[in-house]
Every structure is written in C-alpha cells, then in structure tokens.
DNA sequence: CGATGGATTGACAAAGGTCAAACTGTGTGG
DNA sequence: CCACACAGTTTGACCTTTGTCAATCCATCG
C-alpha cells in the first residue's frame, strides 16, 4: 500500500512534461496533470470518493466496477493507455477503479481546475468532449459485447477488442493485462467458462497461448465470423 | 412515411421556443433546435448517416439499436424525454435511432453551430459537458442491468429504470413506451423470457398488469431485493 | 523443490433459448 | 354493435448452454 490518503492512493510519480506527446493533446491541460503509480488491485479511487478529479490512464491498465450487495462483481470498463475515465454527473464517484497490472501509471486532472480551464480555453473544452464521446462509444460498443448471446461471441469480441486497444501493429499478440477472473466478471460469466471458451477457440485453430496472458490470434476470421459482427459499433 | 430526406425523415413541427422550459437550459443552444414529429418505428437517423446533428427527445421515446449481420438486433438506450443522442466521435452514426411510440417528438440541434457555439460560449459547453456525463452514467447503469445474471434481476433493474426515468411522481404506474420484443432485445434475452419474467414478479406480487405496457408497481422491495442492488450506480 | 494461487477440466443441475400453440386486445368492416 | 383478423403476448414442452461444485493441473516464486 504505501500511501493511504482516500483520494490520493499510488505513488506520486511527477508532473506530465513530455512536449513530445504522439498525440495532439492540449499542453494546457496536461500542465494540470499529476502522475501516480498503481500496484496491482490498488484502487485509483473507491466506491463514493468524491469526484475531485479527471484521470486518464498512462500506462499499465485498470478496472472500473461495481460491487453487489451479495459479493458480485461487475467490471464495466477495462482502462488503458489514452483513456480518460471518472467523469462523473454526479459529486461522488459510484464505481471503484483499480489498476490490474503492476506499476500502472495513472495521471490526475483537478476537476475544478480543469473545468475552469474548459470553460476558458475552448481547445481544452473541445478535447474533454471528444474524450466523453469516445467513451460513450467505447461504453457502447462494450454493450454489443455484453448482449452477446452466446459465451463464443462474448469472448471473441473481448479478444477482438484487446486486440484493437493494446495491440501492437502488425504483432498478433496480445498481452491480456488482466485476469481470467477479471475476464468472467467483465464479459458476466463464469470464469470457467471463459477459460473453457478459450480453449475451444484453440481447438478451432482461432488462437493459440502458452502462458495464460499471451495470446497469439492466428485467424482473426473466426473470431470476427463467430459473433456476426454487428451492423453498427460506436454512435 | 411522408419525409424522405436520409437526415431529416420526421415531420418537422417547429423551432423550439418554450421559454418556460421546467429545467434551467442553455437558452442559446435551444434557439438552434429544431422539432420533429416521428411515427413508431420511423427512423430519426440511421445506420452509416452522417453525424450532423445532436438530438434530444422531447416527448415519446426512441431507441438505439444495432443490427447484427445474422438480423439479431440489440437495443443499446431507450431515449425518453430530456436525453440527449447522436454525440459521435467519428463522422457518421453508427446505430440507428428509431421512435417506438406515435408523436415522439426530437429536437434536432445541427452539430456544426451547436459546436461553434460550444467554442464561443462556455456555458453550453458546460451544458454539453454534463449531458454527455449523464450519458456515460446512463451506460454504465445500463450495463449493470445488462450484466444481471437472472432473468428475474434483469428485468426488475429494467422495470426499476423505467420507474424512475418515466415514472409520475407518487404514482406506482409505469406506462412502457415500448413492445416486449424491444425489451428482450434490450435485456439481450428471449421475448418469451421476458413475459415468463413479468409473468413470475406478477404472480410474486411484485407487479400488476392488465394491459401489457401498464405495469403497476406493487411492492418495489421485491424488485430491489431480486437483483441485489449494485453498489454503485454512476460513475 | 515444494507451496501457492490462478487456470483448466469434468460431471452435473439449472436457467434460459427455441419451437409451437393458444390467448388477448385492438381495430376493422359488415 | 358484433364478428373477425391480426399483431402482440403468453404459455407449454423440450433441449442446449452455461453456471456450480469439485478435482486437477500448472506457473511462479520463495
């Protein structure tokens, strides 16, 4: 653990000051941000945290969640690098976020800050909606997942879609940063039947793993066949 | 079908101009909407249209829909009155956005102006902002829902929703602006599970029925207690 | 080289999907 | 005003899929 201050868990790694973003990311608003480092099942913030700040995700990855009365979990969104998340309606936050992956790193945005920033400088403004409309179509697109009907379609997509998110161009590799069990709660199965999935989509020739993590697509076709790919993706 | 304009099927009805609006809305941005008048099951955008406008209902109710290639479809949102629609990070649409009841009205705001106004006017960005806030809030709950693991959690998280999205205050009614085919595909399950379901809270007197879309709320414990409650709601 | 926690496999039971038939309520036309 | 037709809904019977419980396997890390 280390730190323990409710809002302000991980470690505080330093202030954002790569000029040389890939992306074309407002200066203005990364000026703002504060980077914090993440162990495995550390929570970024917790269920009713006040909502004080915008984060995104740097590197690593993390989990968004809901908690049951009788235990459940759900995993609404898996967060990785370039993601923004806890945009909240509300004053406090309603689902927990913790990283999945040692050493995640995770910037901070002051909401105060950053909405007076929004509201002076419409460059920030513009940005921070085309962030909220790419998580509404991420968000989306996560439904069509989730209403799959059967646990093949469920599965491929979620590969499909780590695939697109942490895919290195050209490789077919994919490096789940997550649990089979973080899998199961995200994709609302049992976590043997995900793990029974994957092995029936080796058997089928779709993809092929030694360690549990490392998964190699070998005919994206399957994949993309199995779920009749839906008409429509994001808006 | 009468309109047949790709963007703009949907009989126009007129410029907005309650300025006795109940909710303190940006008064400039409703000076770019422009009303119109959808018959069930009529379209207000589709599949692959470009993304031009941003809407809102404004009285009936739309859903969001997907088609999937094996003619599967799944309902992404229902759209009630005061829920903004068609926020879109690429250039076209990528669902379809059709009323399901006769007389729907939608606000259509062209997104280009609605944009520039944003930029000029920190106010509707903010507004902006907080719609597509409540948006992402709307999905995550909805996703809870769509996670359930019982037909009898679904579909009371669904009746639930509706009760608190429709519901007349004081009132236990609950008119369902929608078919139960539209809530399978919503639920992601059989419509027949879906009568079996409402069938089964009837007969535990959770509910009451006499036409198929007047629902009355009998004991909304019952509802609560099934699905177990999430521990988080929002964001 | 064992210990530990995650992952896999197997056997079984239960939930829900599918197909088919019956029912109901609404609107139409006689 | 009644009879009928149609679409939407409900119910029934059956069978596939998935969840559950339990045992085994495996990789990693002391």
């Known amino acids: 653990m280390g730190f323990s201050s409710v809002a302000c868990s991980g470690e505080l790694v330093g202030r954002f000051s790569r000029d040389s973003s890939a992306e074309a990311d407002c200066d203005s608003l990364q000026q703002l941000a504060v980077v914090a480092r993440y162990d495995t099942d550390q929570p ?7 909502a004080q700040y915008w984060f995104r995700v740097v590197a690593g990855a993390a989990r968004k969640a809901a908690l049951s009365g009788d235990g459940r979990r759900h995993i609404v969104d898996f967060l990785l690098p370039g993601d923004f998340f806890g945009f909240c309606p509300s004053n406090g936050h309603h689902f927990c976020v913790e990283a999945t992956v040692a050493g995640t790193l995770v910037a901070r945005y002051p909401r105060r800050s950053a909405e007076q920033l929004a509201d002076s400088d419409p460059d920030v403004a513009r940005h921070i909606r085309q962030a909220t409309f790419e998580s509404i179509a991420r968000l989306q697109r996560r439904m069509l997942t989730l209403a799959g009907s059967s646990a093949l379609e469920k599965v491929s ?18 490096c789940l940063p ?55 993706r994001t808006c």
Chains 1, 2 share one sequence.
């Open 44 to 50: 970024v913030y917790r269920y009713n945290d006040p």
């Open 178 to 232: 997550m649990s089979r069990s973080d899998i199961a709660d995200y994709l609302a199965m049992a976590i043997e039947t995900v793990s029974r999935t994957l092995t029936e989509l080796r058997a089928r020739r779709a993809i092929t793993y030694r360690a549990a993590r490392r998964v190699q697509i070998c005919d994206r076709e399957v994949l993309e066949t199995v779920p009749m790919g839906w008409a429509g």
């Open 157 to 174: 997509a979620f590969l499909l879609e780590m695939a697109d998110r942490t895919g290195v161009e050209g490789t077919r590799w994919i």
